[in-house]
């Protein structure tokens, strides 16, 4: 089974607007990490925002948001009044914890490639 | 602000070939790592490296891949004779590694390898 799942392989959004890219999760691991990246068409990857399993509330990083459903296991991502230059493809990512929760690996998912139009 | 840098951006070689990936983590991190992406799949996880030695591994880094921190600062991916389907985007990682907050991975800008 896959352990990240993002169904949506392209995605538009006029600019202004709310875009939600999904993201669905799979661990038996009860301490996790769930990250959201940004790959521009330049292809540096950058880190955008952080859950992790046992936050009680939802992550924020300005116009980013982290829709977390524990029981679901979704940690869908939010970009609030979309920008031109929110144009990419997003990964999200999941890191677990195991017992040493050190320097665990990141899984990715297949990414979704989204376009914001005028 | 510090980054992770990756040298050559883009290398071609011959099948065949030994490749030297090369990697400057951030200073203060502890765990380093490297990844690919094919063009157009996701991210894969090669190899994570921990204290000098390697922590974690993937059923991709076989024999042909090695890693080694030489000195104080590189971490280097060698890859013994390239193959047509090692062409990638290898990006190197660090991260703190240290207990509470995301401990994110920080990523290079990639090496665009090219097997001929």
């Known amino acids: 089974a896959q352990k990240i799942t993002q169904t949506q392989p392209g995605m538009f959004v006029q600019e202004k607007e709310a875009v939600t890219l999904d993201c669905t999760y799979d661990t038996s691991d009860p301490s996790y990490g769930l990250f959201w990246y940004k790959q521009p068409s330049s292809g540096e990857m950058i880190f955008l925002i952080y859950q992790g399993s046992y936050d009680q509330q939802n992550a924020t990083e300005g116009r980013y948001s982290l829709n977390f459903q524990k029981a679901r296991k979704s940690a869908n991502l939010v970009i609030s009044a979309s920008q031109l230059g929110d144009s990419a493809m997003y990964f999200c990512a999941m890191r677990e914890e195991g017992l040493t929760g050190g320097g665990n690996k990141l899984t990715f998912g297949t990414g979704t490639q989204l376009k914001v139009e005028l | 602000e510090p980054e992770v840098t990756q040298t050559p951006s883009h290398q071609v070689t011959q099948m065949g070939q030994e490749v030297i990936l090369r990697c400057v983590p951030i200073?203060?991190?502890?765990?380093f790592y490297w990844y690919r992406q094919i063009l157009g799949q996701k991210v894969e996880f090669l190899v994570s490296f921990y204290n000098n030695e390697i922590s974690e591994k993937s059923e991709i880094f076989d024999d042909q891949f090695s890693v080694e921190r030489p000195d104080g600062s590189n971490f280097t991916l060698k890859i013994r004779s390239t193959k047509l389907e090692d062409s990638a985007m290898y990006f190197c990682?660090?991260?703190?590694?240290?207990?509470?907050?995301?401990?994110?991975?920080?990523f290079g800008p990639g090496t665009r390898l090219t097997v001929l």
């Open positions: 200073s203060n991190h502890l765990y």
């Open positions: 990682a660090s991260s703190t590694g240290l207990a509470g907050g995301p401990r994110e991975q920080f």
